[in-house]
């Protein structure tokens, strides 16, 4: 028997630290942070650039840092001057100025002994080596607030005035720095801390249009045709949004409900390998919030259980919803709500974060609101709810 193919064309594309050639909503900061560095390129001895990325979790900074330094490293090369690009995650070296120091110094010296050495005397070689070898290097420092916790205004402040240090030298080293927010610069002092904030750039969050053109790029390199349909990018894209527009978070969606897909041998992703993901990732209601709910509650989120469960959709009418919830109630020998009260049952479960709610309007049919399941696997809700209704 043949082994069934996976829904994966390459799966790599959907790593954390793979960056794509072209970054969707981030070409205007990545054009700037060339603007920024132009200088460097055309007088690299001249004078050294330091600028602060800002942005949420998600938002894409360390993918646009990775991306700028590849494309200015290429765009250094061409003209003949030798420059490095060397990204440096602070927590990875507990925030230890000498740890990442020596890291960089590892790129043109891999032999240089790991200890016996200050910072500073890490810094010195450096420096040196640079001179001797002509190069220069754009140093990123990604959660930079971890080095400011750790090593606190004084480093920092080395760090910024390398350029007057060196007065009458070369410039070798440009420093970008990568943090949520400039919350941490004020444990600085004021002089490290205006030095500091030269350039920022502020990555806003993604909007759901925006995370679904970049999802759309990622499915294409990384799943084979026909295997992720517009409706499952547009719930990641949903899910994503949620999360404070996080693109990582949606992009690592994808490739769990693409591990679920390959696990039962599907040809597709499903929106319940979708909802399976979601729940590997934060556990949505616990059995006690159900637990708490009110028979008719439970008897309508059964309802909408068994309505995803029987169907691959990722959308359903309010109406549909309501005839499976009257079958629901015929099932437990009760008299179903009316409308009104069913339409607030899905409000509530809105707002509690276990449905998603839209209204729709259409030629035919007028206004409808439309129902979705988007982070609860409808088999387990419909396990649990089933258990708690039989125990009333």
Partial sequence: MAPHQSVFKDEAKLDINYVPNRLPHREKEHRLLMEFFNFLLRFPERMAQRVIITGDVGT????????????????????????QYVHVNCRDYRGKLFLILQHALAVFRPSFPKRGYSAEEVLGALLQTLD???????????????????????????????????????????????MRDLKSTEKLDASSRSTL???????????????TDILNERVSMAFWPSTVSEDIVSLAAELGFSESGNARFAIELLWR?????????????????????????????????????????KLFLLGVARTFKENQNVYAS?????????VVCEEFGEQPHGHTQLWKYAQLFSALGILKTEVTTTATRGRSTRVSLPSIPAYELEKELSAAVEKR
């Fill in 60 to 83: 894409g900074k360390t993918a646009l840092a990775r991306r700028f330094g590849a494309d200015i490293t290429l765009e250094a090369n061409k003209q003949g001057t030798r420059l």
């Fill in 132 to 178: 001797e070898e002509n190069a220069y290097i754009i140093l990123t420092l990604d959660e930079f607030d971890t080095l400011i916790d750790r090593e606190g205004s004084e480093t920092v402040y080395k760090l910024t005035r390398l350029q007057e240090i060196r007065a009458g030298k070369p410039q070798r080293i440009s420093l970008i720095f990568v």
């Fill in 197 to 211: 904030q030269r350039n920022v750039i502020s990555l806003e969050k993604y909007e759901k249009d925006q995370l």
């Fill in 318 to 326: 309010l109406s549909e919803v309501e005839m499976a919830y009257a």
């Fill in 257 to 297: 409900a693409g591990k679920y897909a390959d696990a039962e041998d599907m040809d597709s992703i499903t929106p319940e390998c979708v909802r399976k993901a979601v729940s590997s990732i934060i556990p949505t209601i616990r059995r006690s919030e159900l637990a708490s709910l009110g028979l008719h509650e």
